[in-house]
């Protein structure tokens, strides 16, 4: 009789705990994203910060930034290459390229390869503007430091 009741409890009791829910927990709603934020531009801005911190990361030789912003970089560029079906895979190829050099040279603290890398990741991005027909968008290393709330 005991084991009934226990289960006819578990069973009665199993709806509400499933219909409570944690604050900090939500479940993920199954609505899309707002097109906008999968724009290519929006996709490219990222890219851009992160090629920005990649530079600052370099200069303070935080090895640890620079492999996760390589990563992102490498992720952000496959997102757009999936999304957009007009980006040439050998640009995206290049870019990676040089994204892995930059992560080898973070992990051997080679400071010239870090700067190679960087300027070949920087000129990757570029090429693949100007087949793009926005060469109007031109890559540099920063002149100065947007990020004035990170300390590298």
Not at 83 to 94: A, D, G, Q
Not at 131 to 142: E, L
Request: proline share 5%; hydrophobic share 40%; glycine share 4%.
């Amino acid at each position: 009789m005991k084991r009934v009741i226990i289960l006819l409890g578990s069973v009665l009791l199993s709806p509400v705990a499933e219909s409570q829910t944690t604050p900090f927990a939500e479940p993920r709603s199954v609505q899309t994203p707002d097109w906008s934020l999968l724009s290519l531009a929006n996709i490219m801005q990222l890219i851009q910060s992160r090629h920005i911190k990649l530079w600052y990361a370099g200069r303070a030789q935080d090895w640890d930034l620079i492999n996760f912003e390589s990563d992102h970089i490498s992720d952000d560029l496959t997102s757009a290459a999936m999304l957009y079906k007009n980006i040439p895979l050998e640009f995206v190829s290049n870019a990676n390229r040089a994204l892995a050099r930059l992560k080898k040279a973070a992990k051997e603290r080679n400071i010239q390869g870090l700067q190679a890398a960087y300027t070949d990741l920087t000129t990757s991005c570029n090429s693949c503007h100007a087949a793009g027909g926005v060469a109007f968008i031109r890559i540099q290393p920063p002149t100065h430091m947007p990020f004035t709330n990170q300390k590298f």
